[in-house]
């Protein structure tokens, strides 16, 4: 690796699903940077660290990012908020600092703030219900969306450097405004995973009382089960930071939803369903 | 096999996925049981021909019941309702008439009517968003459980005897009320159905205004729209047949959801997150 390639340093904050999939994504194809994992929890540290996909780790926020070119915030978003202010007196100019957060307005606010300059919010749309280290794998992020969200909605030179080093790791990146992909994520993600959840936990009581209801759970029913069961840890920022886009949808299909109901469902389903087939048409699959 | 063994002729009646799927698992575990397909497409019968699935096929329903042990209608629900009735006159004494439909109870009306003492409704809780014979796989049903619904919940003689045969295809057998049946599979599949449905056709149509929903839909979200191209005319009837069932946990639903919304979503949603994973519990994944 070139002397003026970057970046020759990363700091990853949060060694779970995402941090450690991005850090095992990272090693793999540029075994020549160095990769220092911050984490509070010092056993997914040691894990990271065992199986190599950290040259080494620290429990300490300013040790770990100190002369790093590039800074992941790969925590849940309140953890992103908590850190975000510590980080300005920590890093070398010309540091980027980025994150993983689900959600990108809140967060992009704050580092106008306390990052000028040095802040790119990211959000890889990619993730698994499952958590931790131990789910992490290199392969996670291959060939999906990697959403990045300066202000502007477009790519100045910090973000154009940032994208041409993650798109190396087999990503596509997308650049729009915080306020766009918090707008757009609501519907394609968040409220999946509310239904997901509100359906799980109606399922829950009904097979407490009955547990045949378990039984009778066709494929398609439990592909959409599995999201469900979601750690609310991860989720609950989420909600607290993009409710005001998330509760106009819910109401919207509360309504829809109402609407079908009174006389003849079948048939006012009809046109859902023709809709919802051409969707997969314009999906390609 | 045996002279005593039953059956030795099977009619099949409908080759889509289901039929189909059923038609192969029996061939593959009996290969002595003469297995005759009825289909109104030429189409499906030749396809089932000559990968070896049925011994003969006929477009006429009274030829290929004539002389069978055991019939099975494995039309979409409408389609069942119409060759009940003809049935009579077509079977031999003894011989044991089944279905696969989605729905139980209104089958089960009209057998008891035109079909008494010949019976037994069944539905294989397995399937895909795919139709057709091309869709159909040996082992479809392999490991899940198929329901049998005698008028009683309990299986006499007759519900005894289907259910042992089907057992050897390698699932497990399940015997309730044709309405407790309708009851369930309302909330673990017609809803989830129809909610994938009203999703899809959501984002079919944001996706005209903008693309780029397209692009940020995560793997959870995608599983979930794996269903919500499944065809209409199968789903028309199981709404049709079971909308008294369905409509009200739409409506508990649209009302749950709406009592999310006002303020703290986040915190509101905590106990259905925290419900939703005992059902991970429970169902011991």
């Avoid at 911050?38 to 996909?53: I, S, Y």
């Avoid at 759970?217 to 750690?231: E, K």
Wanted: hydrophobic content about 40%; charged content about 25%; glycine content about 10%.
């Amino acid at each position: 690796m070139g002397k003026d390639q970057w970046p020759h340093r990363v700091a990853i904050v949060g060694l779970g699903l995402i941090g450690g999939s991005l850090a095992l994504a990272i090693r793999r194809a540029h075994p020549g940077i160095e990769l220092v994992g911050v984490d509070c929890d010092e056993d997914a540290l040691a894990k990271a660290l065992k199986c190599g996909a950290i040259a080494w780790g620290t429990q300490r926020l300013e040790e770990g990012v100190a002369r790093a070119q590039l800074v992941v915030l790969a925590t849940p978003v309140s953890a992103i908020l908590e850190l975000l202010p510590r980080l300005y007196p920590l890093i070398a100019e010309g540091t980027i600092v980025t994150d993983t957060g689900s959600t990108k307005r809140r967060i992009f606010e704050l580092a106008e703030r306390v990052l000028p300059q040095s802040f790119i919010g990211g959000h890889p749309m990619a993730g698994s219900e499952r958590r931790g280290f131990e789910a992490a794998r290199a392969d996670l992020f291959e060939g999906t969306v990697y959403v990045l969200t300066p202000g502007s909605g477009r790519p100045d030179g910090l973000a154009r450097r940032l994208a041409n080093f993650l798109e190396t790791l087999g990503v596509r990146t997308l650049f729009m405004t915080p306020e766009r992909h918090d707008r757009i994520v609501a519907f394609t993600s968040h409220l999946p995973q509310l239904l997901s959840i509100m359906l799980g936990s109606q399922l829950s009581r009904k097979a407490e009382g009955d547990p045949t209801y378990l039984e009778l759970i066709a494929g398609g029913t439990s592909d959409w089960l599995r999201i469900a069961s979601s750690p609310y840890e991860i989720w609950r920022d989420v909600f607290v930071t993009n409710a005001d886009e998330v509760e106009p949808l819910i109401r919207e299909l509360a309504q829809g939803l109402e609407a079908l109901c009174g006389s003849r469902l079948a048939e006012r389903l009809e046109v859902e369903f023709r809709r919802a087939r051409q969707l997969r048409t314009r999906l390609g699959r």
